[in-house]
């Protein structure tokens, strides 16, 4: 009976010492998932301040939108001052009523966008991305890129 006993018991102690092995396995490999798929957030600033006359602008699914809402009451940002975001990795676009444009967020946290664009924006390779054009073709005027 004893000998049942000291089975038994060895029986149990290995059952537990298997299913702990599995739990922290499991776990280990969640968390391994879990850190793969997690972004790293970064922090840029969006300086619009050089637009005349000031206005409001976006970046969709990020800031508050400026479309539906009443302009003097809207949470949206204003070009009157810089504004920082914090932005995943990803394709994203930046825009006002007349202007907009799409950039990226790379992996390292800094900008890209098109060379097109370098007449009116600046901060490729930064964290900082400074709009200076306010209007798009076709208007009346010399546009202001190319």
């Given at each position: 009976?004893k000998?049942?006993?000291?089975i038994?018991?060895?029986?149990v ?19 391994e998932a ?7 957030e ?8 050089h637009l005349?006359p ?15 809402s ?5 949470e ?17 676009r ?34 900082r ?8 073709q ?9």
């Open positions: 009976m000998v049942l006993k000291g038994f018991r060895r029986g102690w290995i059952a537990w010492c298997v299913v702990l092995f599995a739990s922290a396995l499991c776990h280990l490999e969640a968390s879990a850190q793969g798929n997690r972004l790293e970064f922090t840029l600033t969006i300086d619009a301040t005349q000031p206005t409001w602008w976006y970046v969709p699914g990020v800031t508050p939108i400026i479309w539906s009443d302009p003097y009451s809207t949206a940002f204003r070009t009157t001052e810089p504004r920082e975001l914090t932005l995943k990795p990803g394709h994203y930046f825009g006002t009523f007349t202007f907009d444009f799409p950039f990226v967020v790379n992996q390292k946290g800094t900008l890209e966008y098109a060379s097109s664009l370098d007449q009116c924006v600046e901060g490729r390779g930064t964290t991305l400074t709009v200076r054009c306010s209007q798009t076709p208007y009346g005027r010399t546009p202001d890129y190319r």
